[in-house]
């Protein structure tokens, strides 16, 4: 059984042609939802005055892109509070935000509303790219529509998943969520058991707990190859997804958000595993948050960082550093 990928497209612009949208209504600040600027210049998001434009302003334009579990998030707790700071930097810059993660679409619509976040999302490790209706004013063709999302998937459905995990159990040693109910999924990950509700709404990906040796695990990632699916290493799951990964919707968003703003935005990448090697590679900037499981080697990009201290502390260290270099206001000199 081998199921087709649309992973071969996602990095040949000509394979999508963009559609345009009812264009923003006036006085709609920049790309995304909630910003507008008042009589005096000033950026307002949601009725309060924040800073200057100075997105416009700073060339090139910055897009942060970020891993969610490790990385923004606490390891062990899922807190945030080290990074809100950081958070409200970007969001009063009007910096686009995009999140990247192995979580699932349900989990991402409660936690955005937690981190103040309306930009993009990636979810299940690249397998669908969720971008706001009044984010763009152009979307290619092969979109849908989600609520109030355009989404464009990557991978492949959850079913066929299965299916092809279904005869490897004969040969092969592995639990996974499919197996487990909530309680269990809220057990062996920390999280609340109507977390781990919305852990288990799966779409794209099967997290597994691997049981089986390394060499057993090597034949069971060719099967996986062989029927069209592979592999990605998250912080607690070997995860099986199809043939996709963290880069390819990040490659698709670029593509977008340059077309709309005239310009190729410099790409600061945030991550701390394996799962996120291929995102951190498409940066030009890669920002290895500290992970007690050790920092993945990243090639071919300009400039990489590794920060001192683990999750949100050392992604809001680092976010900070890089607004500071570019030229952005801090926190004190934004006008509330």
């Not at 963009?18 to 909630?34: I, S, T």
């Not at 092809?164 to 487990?180: K, S």
């Not at 050392?314 to 270099?325: H, K, P, R, S």
Request: one cysteine or more; a negative charge; glycine letters at 10%.
């Amino acid at each position: 059984m081998r199921i087709n990928s649309v992973h071969a497209k996602c990095h040949d612009p000509g394979s999508r042609t963009p559609r345009p949208l009812k264009p923003p209504e006036p006085g709609v600040f920049g790309l995304f939802p909630g910003y507008e600027l008042n009589g005096m210049g000033f950026a307002v998001y949601r009725g309060r005055a924040l800073a200057a434009t100075m997105e416009s302003m700073v060339s090139p334009r910055l897009l942060i892109v970020t891993d969610l579990d490790g990385t923004l998030l606490d390891h062990d707790n899922y807190s945030f509070t080290a990074a809100q700071g950081a958070l409200a930097r970007i969001r009063a810059c009007g910096i686009p935000l995009l999140l990247n993660t192995s979580k699932t679409h349900a989990e991402l619509l409660a936690l955005r509303g937690a981190l103040g976040h309306s930009g993009p999302f990636l979810v299940e490790n690249g397998s669908a790219l969720y971008v706001p209706v009044d984010c763009l004013t152009t979307v290619p063709a092969d979109a849908s529509r989600v609520g109030t999302c355009w989404r464009y998937e990557f991978g492949v459905s959850y079913d066929a998943i299965l299916a092809v995990l279904a005869p490897l159990r004969q040969r092969f040693r592995f639990e996974g969520f499919a197996d487990w109910d909530a309680r269990e999924i809220a057990r062996v990950t920390g999280l609340s058991q109507q977390a781990a509700v919305l852990a288990k709404a799966r779409e794209y990906s099967e997290p597994l707990h691997w049981l089986d040796g390394m060499d057993a695990r090597q034949a069971f990632e060719q099967e996986l190859s062989e029927a069209g699916l592979r592999t990605t290493r998250g912080g607690r799951f070997l995860h099986v997804l199809g043939n996709t990964d963290k880069s390819a919707g990040l490659h698709l968003f670029r593509q977008w958000y340059s077309a709309d703003c005239g310009e190729t935005p410099r790409l600061i990448a945030l991550g701390d595993g394996a799962n996120d090697v291929e995102m951190l590679q498409a940066a030009d900037i890669a920002v290895l948050v500290r992970s007690r499981a050790g920092v993945p080697r990243i090639d071919h990009v300009d400039r990489v960082i590794t920060t001192d201290t683990a999750g949100p502390a050392g992604w809001a260290t680092a976010v900070e550093e890089l607004l500071n270099e570019s030229g952005f206001p801090d926190s004190a000199d934004i006008r509330m």
